[in-house]
């Protein structure tokens, strides 16, 4: 699943109350690992709920995200 986000503030509807609750967050962030996972082995993330509205910084999260997600398959 890919979710497109505009760079306003995160947006947790589509992965319902509970997920969210499990996630790790500090001070609003999605925090993940250095390739992009969350503390839920099978959640990648980047951009906007990572870092913050920065597009330049979003599209290099999101090239490092996507080779991690191939590595992983």
């Keep these: 699943m890919v979710v497109e986000a505009i760079g306003q503030m995160a947006d947790t509807d589509l992965l319902g109350e509970a997920l969210t ?6 001070r609003g962030r999605l925090q993940v690992d250095a390739a992009g996972c969350t503390s839920e ?17 979003a599209v290099a999260d999101g090239h490092r995200v996507a080779a991690s997600i191939h590595a992983a398959l």
């Excluded at 609750?21 to 500090?26: A, D, F, P």
């Excluded at 082995?41 to 910084?57: E, F, I």
């Design 41 to 57: 082995a099978w959640l990648w993330a980047a951009g906007d709920m990572v870092r913050g509205p920065d597009v330049v910084t």
């Design 21 to 26: 609750e499990q996630l790790e967050w500090q």
